[in-house]
């Protein structure tokens, strides 16, 4: 079972800075050469439900502003918020899909004032 | 766009059943796979199970394995999770999300509905 390791746990930043969120896969994702593309991040603000925010590790989803940017190197994610606005104070969770039964989140960064 | 509203959440005894129903709308719903993922309060997002868009196959976390039971009805755009021999430790809120193959990503959630396994 591939797991998704985040840091940090929490993020303490101010409006206007920068956010750089971090997902550790323990082993290569599947399919081999484009397991890349099973990588997804999803946004949760208090008392709503997850967003879709970035799938195929660096593609925004409709709607994500462009200030959120997705990258990856081997088994390293990255989820980039350019300039914090407020609405961005939230939980990013990250997700990966390798078939069956192997679905797993990680456990998770918060981005707090 | 799409939407899911669940419902069927509450408050049961361990060992207990529940069934909650995810009614979609908006959407070709017999086209799309489904999830129900749940959080425990405070917690972070647990994958719950998965039903392919015909019914024809359906996958489990282990730890739910032989406990719940994911079904649709593409006939009436909804979809299910039977529940048996709730835990305390199965108290959560329960959301359905919608399976976007081409982004292979869960594009739209519901709401969720809250189960609270307690005696």
């Known amino acids: 079972e591939i797991v998704l390791t985040q840091s940090p746990g929490t993020l303490s930043l101010s409006p206007g800075e920068r956010a750089t969120l971090s997902c550790r896969a323990s082993?290569?994702?599947?399919?081999?050469?484009?397991?890349?593309?099973?990588l997804v991040w999803y946004q949760q603000k208090p008392g709503q439900a997850p967003r879709l925010l970035i799938y195929?590790?660096?593609n925004r989803a409709t709607g994500i502003p462009d200030r959120f940017s997705g990258s990856y190197s081997g088994t390293d994610f990255t989820l980039t918020i350019s300039r914090l606005e407020p609405e961005d104070f939230a939980v990013y969770y990250c997700?990966?899909?390798?078939?069956?039964?192997?679905?797993?989140f990680g456990p998770g960064t918060k981005v707090d004032i | 766009q799409g939407q899911l509203v669940e419902s069927g959440g509450g408050v049961v005894q361990p060992g207990g059943s529940l069934r909650l129903t995810c009614e979609a709308s908006?959407?070709?719903?017999?086209?799309?796979?489904m999830h129900w993922v749940r959080q425990a309060p405070g917690k972070g997002l647990e994958w719950v199970a998965l039903?392919?868009?015909?019914?024809?196959?359906?996958y489990y976390a282990e730890s739910m394995k032989g406990r719940f039971t994911i079904s649709r009805d593409n006939s009436k755009n909804t979809l299910n999770l039977q529940m048996n021999s709730l835990r305390p430790e199965d108290t959560a809120m329960y959301y359905c999300?919608?399976?976007?193959?081409?982004?292979?990503?869960?594009?739209?959630w519901g709401q969720g509905t809250m189960v609270t396994v307690s005696s």
């Open positions: 082993q290569s994702l599947t399919p081999p050469l484009v397991g890349y593309q099973q």
């Open positions: 195929g590790a660096s």
């Open positions: 039903i392919w868009f015909d019914g024809s196959k359906t």
């Open positions: 999300a919608r399976w976007e193959g081409n982004l292979r990503a869960l594009d739209i």
């Open positions: 997700q990966q899909y390798g078939g069956s039964s192997a679905f797993t």
């Open positions: 908006g959407f070709i719903f017999s086209g799309y796979g």
